[in-house]
């Protein structure tokens, strides 16, 4: 199969091309650097050629609730709209678990994403994942002030990367869901506690505070706002793991 991955140099991009080139299949890597840009357009229909999959993990480069409106919506719309002249038959994105539960500004642009993939009019799946093992040093940094951690003590599942590369990997080489699919680490934790391991981990001694007036992505967070409520895949490669 003849499959582009837009955002194919990022942290989950590059190794889902990698496994889908180890499985034999073309994958074609479309970013800014190789000369696709899907906000403005260029490159985006000679990547498309001879496509039979598009696999969309591509992030914005800010997180300012308009720029990230902006970059999902277009983005996506350049991409649905090249598919439709190229013939692909089968849309992937990879989302959120918490996306459609959550007043923020960033997940409600994710859950603009989805709807925009879901009313296509042709094969889509969307994996949603829980937030990954390697962003705890991010998210300690932006819930940092003076010194201090600031994490509300809700339900937390993170996962590896890897995890997520391969379930979109597998996603993208199967017959289109129609629907959605969330994946979530093998250990649900304490957001706070997770956030404190993580970083001890890391031999950082910044001081972890449980605050259930803290926010993530600006908004405030209950016990299951972003860890899954239903059935969801599970990673094979626990927090323990990923640290040795």
Excluded: C
Aim: proline residues 4%; negative net charge; glycine residues 10%.
């Amino acid at each position: 199969m003849r499959i582009v991955v837009v955002g194919g140099t990022g942290l989950v991009g590059s190794q889902v091309v990698a496994r889908l080139r180890d499985a034999g299949h073309e994958a074609v890597v479309a970013a800014p650097s190789t000369g696709v840009d899907t906000l403005t357009g260029a490159g985006v229909d000679e990547a498309l050629a001879g496509a039979d999959v598009v696999v969309d993990v591509s992030n914005s480069p800010s997180f300012a609730d308009d720029d990230v409106m902006r970059f999902f919506t277009t983005s996506t719309r350049t991409l649905l709209d090249a598919e439709e002249r190229a013939g692909v038959g089968h849309h992937v994105i990879l989302s959120i678990v918490g996306t459609d539960r959550t007043d923020a500004g960033y997940l409600r642009a994710k859950v603009a994403q989805e709807d925009l993939v879901r009313g296509s009019g042709r094969g889509w799946s969307v994996v949603r994942a829980t937030q990954f093992f390697e962003f705890a040093r991010s998210i300690a940094d932006g819930a940092t002030a003076d010194g201090v951690v600031r994490i509300p003590p809700v339900a937390f599942q993170p996962v590896a990367s890897a995890d997520v590369a391969r379930t979109v990997a597998d996603v993208a080489t199967g017959a289109p869901l129609d629907g959605l699919v969330e994946l979530a680490g093998p250990e649900r934790l304490r957001f706070d506690e997770f956030i404190r391991s993580a970083l001890a981990a890391q031999g950082d001694d910044r001081e972890v505070v449980a605050d259930p007036e803290a926010t993530y992505f600006g908004t405030r967070l209950v016990e299951d706002s972003i860890v899954p409520q239903g059935e969801s895949l599970r990673g094979g490669i626990t927090f323990a793991q990923h640290a040795a």
